[in-house]
């Protein structure tokens, strides 16, 4: 079945620690993209990335990192620089025009 | 500031009723809008759109209504099935509708009693 598949799906960190979200489509979507979902607010767009090898930063990249060495594959790491990083993390892809189509998300925790 | 604004964090309707789902903007350069649904524990999945050519735009039940000039739009579910209990984005693009441009709402929690 075609889709987008995040993991993990519940991820824990200490503090000081680096993490890496994987996401990885394989519906021949061009672009790629990563939301930030906190309660009680909307998404927002960390990264994203049209093309292979190629990415640019959304509204709240700061904290955030990413890579697309592969057209089905977009990995998040989030670096200790990110203040608050727990919440729900949503990869999505697209073809450069149409519509999202989301991940089931992965929610970090920072203990 | 929120540029897309959904101020009914929550709505409650019974099985059979007519749910509506209201969102604002304030940037004028929005020209293309989209409802998600998004069930707990899941990804968002897009339900329906509308460009600012149109005000209207139906898909079986599910209808959105586009008001240019109160920058206004709303989702209608008519009739209303307790399967439609999910949080509903609004979400917003400017001209040529990249989706990198998209700005979310917060999202409204339908919840539809049998």
């Known amino acids: 079945d075609g889709g987008i598949t995040q993991s993990p799906k519940y991820l824990f960190r200490k503090e000081g620690q680096n993490v890496t979200l994987s996401c990885e489509q394989n519906l021949n979507h061009d672009a790629m993209y990563w939301y930030r979902q906190d309660p009680g607010q909307g998404l927002r767009l960390i990264y994203y990335s049209q093309i292979v090898n190629d990415f640019q930063k959304g509204d709240i990249a700061e904290g955030y990192s990413v890579s697309r060495e592969k057209k089905e594959s977009f990995p998040l790491t989030v670096t200790s620089a990110q203040k608050n990083p727990t919440a729900f993390y949503l990869c999505a892809s697209s073809p450069l025009i149409g519509e999202l189509f989301f991940g089931e998300g992965s929610r970090l925790t920072v203990l | 500031d929120q540029q897309v604004k959904q101020n009914s964090p929550s709505l409650s309707v019974q099985e059979g009723r007519i749910s509506i789902l209201n969102c604002d903007y304030t940037?004028?350069?929005?020209?293309?809008f989209l409802w998600y649904k998004k069930y707990p524990a899941e990804g968002p999945t897009f339900l329906i759109s509308i460009s600012s050519i149109k005000d209207k735009n139906e898909d079986g039940r599910f209808t959105v209504f586009l008001n240019k000039s109160a920058k206004h739009l709303s989702l209608h579910i008519v009739p209303s099935q307790p399967g439609d209990s999910a949080v509903y984005f609004c979400a917003a693009s400017p001209s040529g509708g990249s989706n990198y441009k998209l700005t979310f709402g917060k999202g409204t929690l339908l919840t539809v009693n049998p």
């Open positions: 940037n004028s350069m929005f020209d293309y």
